[in-house]
């Protein structure tokens, strides 16, 4: 049974890096895997510790590459909270789960990395009124995010689905 574990843990991990991987390729501002699968590793690694390293590692590892900003806490801090958001699905994959899931948490992004983005770069007043003009600058982005997400976590959740069904020992680990 350790050995289907490990089979699993190194399935899951591989498509998580894979996904990663799609920040260092020419995308769209925010049209990135990284909020899919964070909520990927919450609702399928069996060990919550997994669930928040594996997508962290890989944000790290592509920072690393592609550089820090002054945002970046309030980025793994998201991603963090999403991943524990994926856990809420956790045995229960269904597809309006997934996309509610996924919508609720490109909100979640949006809301924690631009009121960062509000306080802490100087960019609009530390108003009420200040914090709107900055969601408002970001909505561009969120279109872009969230139709990552959503295509992402189609494609991991459906991926790994499909793959519990062309490979039943996954099923059982």
């Known amino acids: 049974m350790e050995t289907l574990k490990t089979n699993k843990f190194y399935f899951l991990t591989v498509l998580v890096l894979g996904a990663a991987l799609t920040r260092l390729l020419p995308h769209y501002p925010n049209f990135t895997a990284i909020g899919g699968l964070a909520l990927f590793s919450g609702a399928y690694f069996d060990k919550k510790i997994y669930a928040f390293l594996v997508p962290l590692t890989a944000l790290l590892l592509t920072d690393m590459i592609i550089g820090f900003h002054s945002t970046v806490a309030a ?22 789960s997934v996309l509610l899931t996924t919508v609720t948490a490109s909100v979640l992004f949006f809301v924690v990395t631009n009121t960062a983005a509000w306080y802490s770069m100087g960019l609009y007043p530390k108003t009420l009124s200040g914090l709107a003009m900055c969601f408002t600058a970001a909505v561009p982005f969120f279109h872009t995010t969230l139709l990552g997400d959503l295509f992402f976590s189609s494609v991991l959740f459906g991926a790994y689905e499909l793959a519990k069904f062309k490979m039943p020992v996954l099923v059982k680990a």
């Open 75 to 96: 980025v793994y801090i998201s991603f963090a909270v999403i991943a524990l958001l994926g856990s809420s699905l956790k045995g229960k994959v269904k597809v309006q």
